[in-house]
């Protein structure tokens, strides 16, 4: 059964800094990423990184964000530094299989909510 539980959310002021995790099992995964809901918003993507490690950001979190993937451990992260009240919302992990080859899968989120 496939698992994508993330971790770290929670409130920080702005211009500081959190790391969000997300433990997965169950499959193994090929491109993996993390998007963001706030309230009456679409779901955007955030960052995204390959198996072999080639990640792509959106331009709202150029130069602030950082993902990374451990595959040894199951682990997906994203370091969000200099954060903006704009970086509020609901932050989903999502992963694609490899084999079956593209079979997408969705974790339940956590919140980030950055004060003024």
């Known amino acids: 059964q496939v698992q994508l539980v993330e971790s770290g959310g929670g409130l920080v002021q702005a211009g500081g800094s959190l790391r969000l995790a997300c433990a997965y099992s169950?499959?193994?995964?090929?491109?993996m990423g993390w998007y963001r809901q706030a309230p009456g918003k679409q779901r955007d993507m955030v960052a995204s990184i390959s198996r072999a490690g080639s990640t792509n950001y959106a331009d709202a979190v150029k130069g602030r964000f950082t993902i990374s993937r451990d595959n040894a451990k199951n682990t997906l992260y994203l370091q969000m530094n200099s954060l903006k009240p704009d970086d509020t919302a609901t932050y989903y992990c999502?992963?694609?299989?490899?084999?079956?080859?593209?079979?997408?899968?969705w974790g339940k989120g956590t919140l980030v909510t950055v004060s003024s």
């Open positions: 169950g499959s193994i995964f090929n491109a």
């Open positions: 999502k992963a694609e299989t490899l084999f079956p080859k593209g079979i997408v899968y």
